[in-house]
């Protein structure tokens, strides 16, 4: 997206910020995950289930990079939890096993930049119990869901650039790197050099989506088909396609409508794709997009799943109609499938779109029902890949 224009100067300048005034704070409250629940850290009521997994030999290497720890004894650490517990910045949260309701593990919002919309997640201790569980991405969910809700512009994740499993974590959890920071701060007397990552606000209905796509019993009980860190990639495989963020609301609405209008009067319903807002794509499917000359040129909308991935809509502006794009869109969707290791592609479109039928069968689509509706029919195809 271009900036804006200074109308006396005509140096470029921000977008306008629709929300400028201070978010509000986040509190001390509970939230609830299938695996695990977040709640306010009780020096008391959870100080003895964290000492279990963090405290004696063999727990040194859980604090290697905190920049507390390691303790040598239940009661420093214990003192150390009373500390946390009464900051209000970091804000500590204790991580509970769901299930038996013992502390896992804790985490905190810090750095709290009401004023800027910009609030940091850390201090992040999983203890053997929670870590390599579904729980430790739903805890990390489940505040991400938290902060965002709160009206936050920008989630940000630093680390100790020498700390290779949180760096791989932060990009599997749909962080984007930003940068190191060189000596940027004294740690029990070392030198650290932090990493950058963050998340903004417009990108989170996309990578919501991978965390909930990921969490979803389907896939955990399956044996995990679909992974967290292919599902945030921000790139297909051989593609120059990006992923939309919410910025790109209006200009994905006015390509679907100008992409699917002219199949109105053959179908004499809505085309399905048009019966759901831009707003909702983007909550509800992977969005990728296609530009040209600075434009929205085309747009794939894909629903995976832990067994096929769904092709709901491909989108060309009429513009770019005839160019080979619709072909590159269809190409992306099954360079996309590979990335998630998945081999069968599924799409469906209305059986009077004989034009579009026969355009996917002769990229190797077939039809496998056809679906009876109230007001359409519609022809289930699909493809296997190689």
């Known amino acids: 997206m271009s900036p804006d224009r200074d109308p006396i100067t005509g140096l470029p300048i921000g977008h306008p910020v629709t929300l400028a005034g201070p978010a509000h704070g986040p509190e001390r409250i509970r939230l609830d995950g299938r695996h695990v629940s977040i709640v306010p850290l009780d ?16 727990k040194e290497a859980l604090w290697q990079y905190m920049p507390a720890g390691p303790f040598p004894d239940r009661e420093s ?18 991580i509970l096993d769901a299930r038996t309701g013992k502390a896992v593990g804790h985490a905190a919002l810090m750095r709290i930049d009401r004023a800027n919309r910009v609030i940091e997640v850390g201090n992040i201790l999983y203890t053997p119990a929670l870590q390599r569980k579904p729980g430790a991405t739903e805890a990390m969910r489940l505040l991400a869901g938290y902060v965002f809700d709160l009206g936050y512009r920008r989630y940000e994740w630093k680390c100790n650039a020498l700390n290779a499993p949180s760096r791989s974590a932060a990009q599997r959890l749909g962080f984007s790197y930003e ?24 990108e989170w209905p996309q990578i919501r989506q991978g965390f909930d796509r990921w969490l979803d ?10 992974r967290l860190g292919a599902l945030n990639r921000p790139t297909i495989s051989g593609s120059t396609m990006r992923r939309a963020t919410t910025a790109d609301d209006a200009a994905l609405a006015a390509l679907q409508e100008a992409a699917y209008a002219r199949n ?74 590979r990335d998630l290791d998945l081999s069968e592609l599924r799409l469906y479109t209305g059986d ?21 509706l109230p007001d359409r029919r519609l022809v289930h195809m699909h493809k296997r890949l190689a």
């Open 179 to 202: 940068g190191l920071f060189r000596q940027a701060v004294i740690v029990k007397g070392r030198n650290r050099d932090t990493t950058w990552f963050s998340m903004l606000d417009g």
């Open 43 to 58: 020096a008391a009521a959870h100080g003895a289930d964290l000492a279990e997994g963090a405290v004696g030999p063999g």
């Open 264 to 337: 109105r009067p053959i179908l004499g319903v809505e085309p399905v794709p048009l019966l759901t807002p831009a707003a909702e794509v983007l909550a509800r499917y992977e969005v990728w997009l296609a530009e040209a000359d600075g434009a929205l040129a085309g747009a794939l909308a894909l629903d995976p799943a832990p067994d096929h991935l769904m092709i709901w809509s491909v989108a060309v502006d009429p513009a770019h109609q005839g160019t080979g794009l619709g072909n590159a869109l269809l190409a992306a969707a099954e360079d996309r499938a």
């Open 352 to 372: 009077k779109l004989v034009r579009n039928i026969d355009w996917y069968a002769r990229r190797g689509y077939a039809t496998a029902r056809v679906e009876d």
């Open 77 to 94: 650490f214990q003192a150390h939890l009373e500390a946390c517990a009464a900051s209000a910045d970091p804000l500590f949260y204790a």
């Open 217 to 226: 019993p389907a896939n955990l009980d399956g044996g995990q088909s679909l």
